[in-house]
């Protein structure tokens, strides 16, 4: 992967005075030799007619499910730029708003970074992932993020592909490169040392995603926190819809794998807090909390908390004292 730009403290980022809007895009170099092979291999797969409708057959299926899972990519743009006007009147004097482009494959992802001025250059830095009926503009304007700026932390927020101003169609692969490139773009580009990594519902699952995709830095401290989302997407669906919807899930290649990535994280040592409401009505027996073993929460520090609230309640003030938690931490360790 090839960041295209590292500009953002060499030109002011963000800088309320500045009327220069900094290009924040990460591209990734596009192998055109690939996608050659993969056209012919396309082609091939048609010529070869059962093959061909079959993976026809898949993609179709993969589509139809994942227009159900991440409604989001139906809102329109009229409704899109409405939302960045009301952004824009909500700025203060001492916020600032930036849009992010974010490309990988050819495939553009719209975001935003919201920060206090004060903290533009802390290093401190959230990347936060809504659930499947938000965008991320919504979560700027229903104060989704708000646990993270009590704590002195810039925000990063990516629209997954078709939603918002993003490309494309919601695919699983494309759901997780959206986070996973936030992420990126947090490390290399902005350069952020403290990295909350976090996401509701939908949201965490495509966190998730990204965990399984991400190569985790070094010399970068992360914290991991999902809230109210499932452990796996065919499990919630089982439960919810019976065992033969959930293998139509599987079969199309839709799974998402929460509990993959609780694994990742504990093998790369990263803290995690998982939220779930226990009068979660949409997880109830697929709940993420109930996949991890007392064992790992015992060796691990894995935070569970259930709260008496609905799915789509955020525990605001719970979030803010993890934080502060795992800072102290860290402050102790060094």
């Not at 409708?53 to 809102?75: D, E, F, G, N, W």
């Amino acid at each position: 992967m090839q960041i295209q730009n590292h500009r953002i403290y060499d030109n002011p980022l963000l800088n309320p005075a500045s009327d220069q809007r900094p290009d924040l895009s990460v591209t990734t170099a596009k192998d055109y030799k690939s996608t050659a092979n993969a056209i012919a291999i396309t082609a091939l797969k048609i010529i070869i007619l059962p093959w061909g409708l079959y993976c026809a057959a898949k993609a179709l299926l993969h589509r139809v499910i994942m227009l159900c899972a991440y409604p989001a990519q139906t809102m329109s743009t009229k409704y899109v730029n409405t939302l960045h006007e009301r952004i824009a009147q909500m700025a203060a004097a001492n916020f600032t708003f930036r849009k992010v482009v974010l490309e990988k494959d050819g495939h553009q992802y719209s975001g935003l970074i919201v920060c206090r001025n004060k903290n533009i250059n802390n290093e401190k830095w959230a990347l936060f992932a809504p659930g499947n009926y938000q965008l991320a503009e919504q979560s700027v304007i229903n104060s989704s993020i708000t646990p993270f700026l009590n704590n002195n932390y810039n925000c990063l927020l990516v629209n997954g592909p078709g939603a918002g101003k993003s490309q494309g169609m919601a695919t699983v692969e494309r759901l997780g490169d959206a986070q996973d490139l936030g992420l990126t773009f947090l490390e290399t580009a902005i350069k952020a040392k403290n990295i909350v990594i976090a996401g509701h519902s939908l949201g965490a699952a495509a966190i998730s995603l990204a965990v399984l995709k991400h190569t985790f830095q070094r010399d970068i401290n992360y914290l991991a926190i999902r809230i109210n989302t499932f452990d796996r997407l065919t499990h919630l669906v089982q439960e919810n819809f019976g065992r033969v919807i959930s293998l139509l899930v599987k079969w199309a290649g839709c799974e998402m794998d929460s509990t993959a990535a609780t694994d990742k994280l504990i093998h790369n040592r990263i803290p995690q807090v998982i939220f779930e409401a226990s009068d979660d009505e949409i997880m109830d027996k697929a709940r993420l909390m109930d996949s991890v073993t007392s064992n790992d929460f015992e060796k691990d520090k894995i935070s569970i908390i259930s709260q008496p609230t609905d799915h789509n309640a955020l525990p605001t003030e719970l979030i803010e004292a993890k934080i502060l938690e795992w800072e102290h931490t860290l402050a102790n360790d060094n």
